[in-house]
């Protein structure tokens, strides 16, 4: 595991650095349906957007933000070392292989229905080059007041010490709402994806956070699938991970078998089952709320103590 | 995607993996048809989805052709686990030497496909305490390893090169077909020394169904949920009276818990994903209209840059054309929320602040005979 990659560094930067809080970003699929909207909105946000890419669309502009033919280009223009994919899944992988030979640092990768297969590969190659990969099939992050890159709307986050970490996207927005309606406020909201496999799984975005000062609490939104809740409660014994945990797990009452919205929630006997979620919590002494407005309840309990 | 026995075996076939001699029968008449081509004593396998077949009776042997007529019937007509076949597999009686399993599945929390293969085969692999499980790198199954998984099961060094030759087609297999599960148990080693499937169990890996047109002819999906997909819903009915509709899985699935917890019963879950525009709401509403036990609808809609005016007016031309009767519940943040609730005024809809005022009263209307 890579302890060393710093998220923050790369997604707000250090107060010398001339793009202190203002890190350029790429968007790969900048013209399409999506792309655009949320190009629009992110930029609204503050994202620094400093470039587009789409095939065949290079010279033009959009919202006055360059367009570029490839990642190479647009990377020689301009330094960056964040990309946002918003490219259909079928070119995901073309995307973001062109991403990581640019010299990108953090993909960000939006597009639901990548296959396996092309995850994985992708996964692999970013790996041997020291690239942080987060999603596919992600909201996307953002550090509330500095930086969005992604499809969330803004509405539900506030700038604060709470780490948010998320399998869902709806509901890291519900969630990171009930917890600033609350007064938690959060230092990071990032969704992990709701696909089998994950480029920054629940494990790595713990990494990433667990020796900071300026963050006092972290809430893991889960659901049914997969084994990622009960991975991730062993790491929290096995670690000693000191710092208040609260979760939440969705889809209780789902069907087995059925695959319930995301390619990754779906139960198999007892593999991926919500009880099995919540007793290992339990066991690390994670509280599970029942329903997201319990959250902060939970969490103000946790740091009482 | 989860295929059924045969479909799985076709699969195998095309690989160069060996199954036993058999026969798809939808009626009587077919099966006894092929059970000539076959020859008693045979086997018969309702084809179902769901596992336990075995246990459940569901498999059973035919001695002579009164037999299969008996039996035959019978299976056609057994529910297992809420689920009747549509088809019967027909299959010759193996002279069975050695059971093994073999399998190779998406390893979530490992990020890569696993190998899994024991000389105990036949049985729940979850109970099998001696078997070998080994991580596999993307390139899949090299001769190297093949040979030491063989090594490693004990197999007599007369059936050694077999085994690795099937090895390495289950191993292009997975790679090419793009499986989340291949998994052959039991793998029997016949009497002359031969390896064939037994049984099959398959998943596709849905989202790389583009890359493989020839598995859509294997989709059993029903019209409804065929409906929602082309409007790129996901759609799942469930067997209660109050449909859930809202945008992204697992605010979806959090509803269902809650409406769940709130003594309501789920009838329908409808995430329509990123998109909530006056005709994505129309639509799915359309979708659920179809799903008759529906005494009471849900709306859960997450918006911030939604304007829930839309949502509404989606609503009121649902009411307006007859697409929906049934009493509406939505909460919705978002923009515009004044003007919703002006349009919604005189119509079934009522709009909520919060999600747990609108179970309350959607769980309330779902009771109501």
Do not use: W
Request: glycine share 8%; proline share 4%.
């Amino acid at each position: 595991m890579e302890n060393n990659f710093d998220i923050f560094k790369v997604l707000v930067g250090n107060e010398e650095d001339i793009d202190y809080k203002k890190k350029p970003v790429i968007i790969q699929g900048i013209t399409g349906n999506f792309g655009s909207t949320h190009t629009r909105l992110m930029k609204e946000y503050g994202t620094n957007i400093v470039a587009g890419v789409t095939p065949g669309k290079g010279g033009q502009e959009f919202e006055g933000i360059p367009i570029f033919n490839t990642m190479a280009d647009a990377v020689d223009f301009h330094k960056v070392e964040i990309s946002g994919i918003f490219v259909p899944a079928p070119f995901f992988l073309k995307a973001a292989k062109e991403a990581i030979d640019s010299g990108i640092k953090l993909l960000v990768a939006i597009p639901e229905h990548v296959p396996v297969r092309d995850s994985l590969d992708i996964l692999e190659y970013a790996k041997n080059k020291g690239v942080k990969m987060i999603g596919p099939n992600t909201p996307g992050v953002i550090v509330p007041d500095i930086i969005k890159i992604g499809i969330m709307p803004a509405l539900p986050f506030s700038s604060g010490s709470t780490v948010v970490l998320s399998r869902s996207g709806t509901l890291m927005y519900e969630v990171s709402y009930t917890l600033t309606k609350s007064g938690f406020g959060q230092k990071i909201c990032l969704g992990i994806g709701g696909d089998p496999i994950n480029g920054t799984n629940l494990i790595e975005s713990f990494e990433l956070i667990r020796n900071r000062n300026d963050v006092d609490s972290v809430v893991v939104v889960g659901e049914i699938g997969g084994d990622a809740e009960e991975n991730l409660a062993d790491y929290i014994i096995s670690t000693d991970f000191s710092l208040p945990v609260v979760a939440y797990v969705a889809g209780r009452s789902a069907p087995k078998e059925k695959k319930m919205g995301h390619a990754g929630a779906i139960v198999y006997g007892t593999y991926g089952s919500a009880e099995s979620k919540v007793s290992n919590y339990a066991k690390a002494g994670v509280p599970v709320a029942k329903r997201p407005a319990e959250v902060p309840v939970l969490l103000k309990e946790k740091l009482k103590k | 995607m989860k295929l059924l026995e045969y479909q799985g075996k076709e699969l195998f076939s095309k690989h160069g993996i060996k199954i036993p001699k058999s026969f798809l029968a939808h009626t009587l008449e077919e099966a006894i048809d092929s059970s000539k081509t076959i020859g008693f004593p045979l086997v018969i396998k309702s084809q179902l989805t769901v596992g336990g077949r075995g246990k459940a009776g569901a498999i059973q042997k035919c001695t002579n052709e009164s037999d299969l007529t008996t039996k035959f019937s019978e299976l056609l007509h057994k529910e297992v686990k809420g689920e009747l076949p549509k088809s019967i597999l027909l299959e010759e009686m193996a002279n069975i030497n050695k059971e093994l399993y073999l399998s190779i599945f998406l390893n979530r929390s490992k990020r890569c496909f696993s190998l899994i293969a024991s000389s105990e085969g036949g049985v729940d692999i979850e109970s099998v305490k001696n078997k070998l499980i080994i991580d596999l790198p993307n390139e899949g199954i090299s001769d190297t390893l093949a040979i030491d998984v063989a090594d490693k099961l004990n197999l007599e060094d007369r059936n050694k090169a077999s085994f690795i030759e099937l090895l390495l087609k289950l191993s292009n297999l997975y790679k090419t077909e793009e499986t989340e599960l291949a998994e052959i148990n039991p793998l029997v080693i016949l009497n002359d020394g031969s390896f064939v499937a037994l049984d099959a169990k398959v998943i596709i890996d849905d989202n790389a169904l583009f890359r493989h047109p020839e598995f859509k002819k294997y989709e059993t999906i029903s019209e409804l949920e065929q409906q929602a997909k082309n409007y790129g819903f996901s759609f799942v009915e469930l067997d209660g009276n109050i449909a859930i509709i809202g945008n992204g899985a697992g605010l979806v699935m959090s509803t269902l818990d809650m409406v769940t917890d709130s003594g309501g019963s789920p009838g329908s879950f409808l995430d329509f994903g990123g998109k909530a525009t006056t005709e994505t709401i129309y639509e799915a509403l359309k979708v659920i209209s179809q799903v008759t036990k529906i005494k009471s609808i849900l709306v859960n809609l997450f918006g911030g840059i939604v304007r829930t005016d839309l949502v509404a007016r989606a609503i009121l031309n649902a009411y307006e054309d007859g697409t929906i009767k049934a009493p509406v519940f939505a909460r919705i943040t978002g923009s515009q929320s004044e003007k919703a609730r002006e349009l919604l005024a005189n119509s079934q809809a009522k709009l909520y602040d919060s999600v747990e005022e609108a179970i309350t009263n959607a769980v309330n209307a779902s009771r109501v005979i």
